[in-house]
């Protein structure tokens, strides 16, 4: 594995933590949301740099990516 991909793994597991404790879902739920979503595409895109960020950072980029959807 390399060091991007363990990056990009770390910060899926805290991602997907924190919307199971702040959302109270279900794993299974928490992992559609964020695999589903714009910001995982980013963060699995190397040009971005965005897996080079703290995964608080990216847990309020996506909140904001939810937010937008759901107005």
Do not use: C, H
Not at 5 to 15: F, H, P, R, S, V
Not at 49 to 67: Q, W
């Amino acid at each position: 594995m390399s060091k991007k991909e363990a990056l990009i793994e770390y910060i899926t597991q805290d991602i997907i933590g924190f919307l199971m404790s702040d959302k109270n879902i279900e794993i299974d739920s928490a992992m559609s949301i964020f695999y589903n979503s714009v910001v995982f595409e980013k963060l699995e895109d190397e040009e971005t740099g965005l897996y080079l960020e703290g995964s608080a950072y990216i847990y309020d980029i996506l909140m904001d990516e939810l937010d937008d959807i759901i107005l």
